[in-house]
């Protein structure tokens, strides 16, 4: 089984997005039995939140729900369960250290890693949840290729 936490700062824009389009990418691909995929967020400051409009209306484009997702924190304990701790930018990392202490394991990745690097925009910030689309999309893609899936 493939164990996979994407990682943001809040847990409402690209982490959930990140979430449930690889979801619904190992689905239409029938393998979704060979995956355990959540997301979680280096701050508290949306704890409980529900996923940001911006993601939720992007995501319904692709008849991709993600109903009944809060923002939940990362835990060290997220750190030993998951086999791939994937985040959307190099800020990500920094916070993420400060839970984790440090990536002994090696499995600390950026989503852009498995495609062409870079960081994700957060739309947040930048109100283009196109944009975030499309890189998450494409990072998906190229993480099941990188899983040989």
């Known amino acids: 089984m493939h164990k996979i936490m994407f990682v943001c700062h809040g847990n409402i824009c690209r982490s959930p997005m990140a979430e449930f389009v690889l979801k619904d990418m190992v689905k239409k691909r029938g393998i ?59 800020y990500n990392i920094i916070n993420l250290m400060h839970i984790v202490g440090e990536d002994a394991a090696g499995k600390i990745y950026k989503l852009l890693d498995f495609a062409d690097g870079g960081d994700i925009a957060d739309p947040w910030y930048t109100g283009n949840f196109d944009d975030t689309y499309r890189d998450v999309a494409k990072g998906c893609e190229g993480l099941l290729k990188h899983l040989g899936l």
């Open 32 to 90: 979704s039995e060979q995956f355990l995929i959540a997301s979680s967020a280096t701050s508290r400051e949306e704890i409980g939140n529900p996923v940001h409009r911006g993601t939720k209306k992007k995501l319904s484009e692709y008849n991709i729900s993600t109903d009944n997702k809060v923002a939940v924190q990362f835990t060290k304990e997220d750190y030993h369960h998951y086999d791939y701790i994937i985040v959307m930018d190099s």
